[in-house]
């Protein structure tokens, strides 16, 4: 009996509607929690959305991530308190900040589909595809900024380097969770197929 062989993962097997909705909506809450969450790092503290986007992205698929990051910026759009500190509403979201909140977008998309290919199978595979997607948060971040800081070392200085490193860990880390994830869908997969052959 032959076993799947795409990505092991929530989006191997089509979800059905509740469940998806459901997933959804915990991945917006998981947004608003790990935006509130700060972790003290140098040079600045760690927010945890980037870790949150890329790993929605590699555990729950393309769709269902960006879905989720969607949700999460329609609840700041309408004024939710889901961001961090107390901003919230169209002129937070289109304030200097704003470009990274399209880049979680972003980030989940790559890193699910990276992912939903079979890119993202083992740890260190995994943990390519999050540092690709997470690098990838940066550019609609820093383009839009710079409309406010200018183009040049400023924006540079503002919103690259001081966290470059906590965004390199935090993707390790969301690698490292996905590879998990899947070894045990993987492994709970081969169990089932042994005990139907059995029967």
């Known amino acids: 009996m032959s076993h799947p062989t795409s990505q092991a993962g929530a989006y191997k097997v089509l979800p059905t509607v509740p469940k998806t909705v459901l997933l959804i909506i915990a991945g917006s809450l998981l947004m608003t929690l790990a935006a509130k969450v700060q972790v003290p790092f140098y040079p600045v503290p760690m927010s945890m959305q980037t870790l949150v986007a890329i790993g929605l992205g590699l555990s729950a698929g393309p769709v269902v991530g960006v879905a989720a990051i969607l949700l999460y910026l329609g609840q700041g759009l309408v004024g939710l308190p889901v961001f961090s500190g107390s901003g919230a509403g169209p002129a937070?979201?289109?304030?200097?900040?704003?470009?990274?909140?399209?880049?979680?977008?972003?980030a989940a998309f790559v890193a699910g589909t990276l992912a939903q290919a079979g890119y993202a199978r083992t740890a260190v595979r995994a943990g390519f595809c999050a540092l690709l997607a997470g690098a990838l948060v940066y550019l609609p971040g820093l383009v839009w900024l710079g409309q406010f800081t200018g183009y040049g070392t400023t924006l540079l200085v503002a919103g690259l380097f001081p966290f470059l490193a906590g965004d390199v860990i935090k993707a390790i880390i969301a690698g490292l969770i996905s590879a998990g994830l899947n070894a045990s869908s993987r492994n709970n997969l081969t169990h089932k197929s042994h005990e139907t052959l059995k029967k």
């Not at 937070?92 to 972003?106: H, N």
């Open 92 to 106: 937070y979201m289109m304030g200097p900040t704003g470009g990274y909140l399209v880049g979680f977008v972003l």
